[in-house]
């Protein structure tokens, strides 16, 4: 993954153990050690058996070149990587079964802005329930209706989707089992 400026070996163990600590931790606002975030935490989770929807071409040629695209649809994704709100609908994904609820995709947003203060542009969110004390509010750079959206796709749990805000070196994990409230 060296094409994305990130080690194989040591950029994508320390991405995976920044991402977990972001899922234990929804809601924190947690440094990766590579730059940009979204490509450090796409090349991290995807290999030859996860199917992957991206439009980016960097990215794309990337995981192409080291045999680890397997291309698909966003409706048929695994994982999905977006810069901004998408052309298409999160309430499309799959969202995993209540036997599998695991099957549901990963969805990776490039946002403009991830802040614990209200920033121009951005929307926000407060988070509840498993690995989140009281409430957090986070403000993220999406329009209020894709950030609906993805709450509306994670209404469902067991299923529903994992989300990971990205920018720049940072990122805030809402997996499926935390329930949001757009303001």
């Not at 070149?65 to 048929?76: F, K, M, N, T, W």
């Not at 469902?156 to 994992?162: E, F």
Request: aromatic fraction near 4%.
């Amino acid at each position: 993954m060296r094409a994305l400026g990130l080690d194989p070996v040591h950029g994508t163990r320390e991405t995976f153990r920044t991402l977990c600590d972001a899922m234990s931790r929804p809601g924190t606002i947690q440094q990766t050690p590579n730059k940009p975030a979204d490509y450090a935490v796409v090349a991290t989770l995807v290999d030859h058996e996860v199917k992957t929807y991206t439009s980016d071409s960097t990215l794309k040629k990337a995981l192409s070149e080291q045999g680890r695209l397997q291309d698909a649809h966003p409706e048929d994704a695994d994982i999905v990587h977006t810069h901004g709100a998408p052309s298409w609908d999160v309430g499309e994904l799959e969202r995993g079964s209540l036997v599998e609820p695991s099957d549901g995709a990963t969805v990776v947003y490039d946002v403009e802005s991830v802040s614990n203060r209200s920033t121009n542009g951005s929307t926000s969110v407060t988070l509840s329930g498993p690995g989140v004390s009281d409430a957090t509010t986070i403000h993220i750079g999406l329009p209020a209706a894709e950030l609906d959206s993805i709450r509306k796709a994670q209404s469902t749990y067991p299923r529903g989707i994992d989300v990971v805000f990205t920018v720049d070196d940072r990122i805030v994990a809402v997996p499926r089992s935390v329930s949001m409230e757009v303001a």
